[in-house]
């Protein structure tokens, strides 16, 4: 019998994810033993035994601590995986962690726990850490490394051996041709790329946490 499938979050993504085959619904963080019903947002029932959970929420730090509670909670974490995507049968996918439709990942590539790999994505042979978002059209070439809660906007490409440092931002349509330091924001201009340090947790806005 199919695991049943419980979203991790509560905003656009944890909904859109409530599509995908043997979801039943999703759970808030202010009380991880309630599931929702997608469509009304109505409680439908207490967590059960048999169900197991996946990450559903944009903010990486949030995925950390909404995995971390739940675990808490004495509930168990699963793996969601699109029909529609390409999985190598040597990929290694951590728990809680959801993989999106179309995306392509082969034998050799690493993801962590409580990952999001975005539609159209395309991992070659890359390693990538824990509590990482990867959106649309991401591409992370052989022998590149994500380390722990980076993100990639959408259309982003991270060329062969290139590091990513923890809880560092590559902007939307950048091609990373060198090592990110941890803590950084890469993104482009008009005619250039620029590199700057993170202040703040990223994304910045309400919106985009629960999302």
């Not at 990942?105 to 395309?122: L, N």
């Not at 490409?157 to 939307?172: C, D, F, N, P, Q």
């Amino acid at each position: 019998m199919d695991t049943k499938i419980v979203i991790l979050g509560w905003g656009s993504i944890a909904k859109f994810l409530c599509s995908f085959p043997n979801v039943i619904g999703y759970i808030k963080l202010d009380n991880v033993n309630i599931i929702y019903d997608s469509k009304t947002d109505k409680k439908l029932r207490l967590v059960d035994i048999d169900v197991e959970g996946v990450i559903g929420i944009g903010k990486n730090v949030y995925k950390e601590e909404i995995t971390s509670v739940w675990l808490e909670n004495n509930h168990s974490l699963g793996r969601l995986i699109h029909p529609s995507a390409y999985i190598g049968k040597n990929t290694q996918i951590g728990l809680g962690s959801v993989v999106m439709p179309l995306a392509f990942i082969d034998d050799s590539s690493i993801i962590g726990k409580s990952c999001i790999v975005g539609p159209q994505s395309a991992l070659r042979a890359a390693k990538i850490g824990n509590y990482c978002h990867l959106s649309i059209q991401s591409r992370v070439l052989p022998n590149a490394t994500l380390q722990d809660y980076v993100t990639l906007e959408t259309n982003t490409t991270v060329l062969e051996g290139r590091i990513i440092g923890k809880h560092s931002v590559i902007g939307a349509d950048v091609l990373v041709t060198k090592d990110i330091p941890s803590n950084h924001i890469y993104r482009k201009n008009t005619d250039s790329y620029t590199l700057e340090k993170l202040t703040r947790d990223f994304p910045l806005t309400q919106f985009e946490k629960e999302g």
